[in-house]
């Protein structure tokens, strides 16, 4: 019980919280379309449990995700993701929309459109999530990390996602923050990858200049990116 007070859990758990609302901003939009044609009385139903239905599948997912990590490089295969995530995240696509995302006027057909859509939408989120509950230090509060962290993270998604957008839009420094945290993340995964760790120093200094490589990378490439689109249009 006392590890759950500690600093490094509650860090864990910022960082989950964290990922999830930036990488789950398209969530929000998902539940609206998709529920966007039942009656007003079945509305809050719909969000209800197409929201409980995809928490379940993604805990599953990230279950699997945390099984699959102790296989030797597969850590380091994810950090790559990692990384590309965060350079995606401070780059994304101005053609990027949800018109393939058809609405049901049926309750349990609009349930089951949030559930699929969420499942096809949650790669990014399961990987990067269960890269940051590993970050806890003891493998049994890793499930029970990730469950807290997505019960606090998923009401934030669905009622406030206006209000966090508007502040990412106000206060640009929020995304890159997020995506350089995933770099971070990228880091220190890639230092404890069973396939890499008798050939890694294995103290904090190590993990910290990991973390702080990776973040520092998104932020590079994400900024390479956006200066060769900004030289593509003046030209």
Known sequence: MEEFL????W??????IMIDILLGGDNAVVIALACRQLPDHQRTKGIMWGTAGAIILRVILIFFALTLLA???LKFVGALLLIWIGVKLLTPDEDDDHSNIEGSDKLWGAVKTVIIADLVMSVDNVIAIAGAAQTSGNPDHQMPLV???LLVSIPIIVWGSQLVLKLMDRFPAIIVAGGMLLGWIAGTMIQTDPGLIDYIPQDKVWGYGLGVAGALMVLAFGKLIMAR???QQAS
């Open 147 to 149: 469950i807290f962290g």
């Open 229 to 231: 689109r900004t030289a």
């Open 71 to 73: 296989i030797p490089f």
């Open 11 to 16: 860090v864990a758990v910022a960082q989950i």
């Open 6 to 9: 500690t600093a490094t859990f």
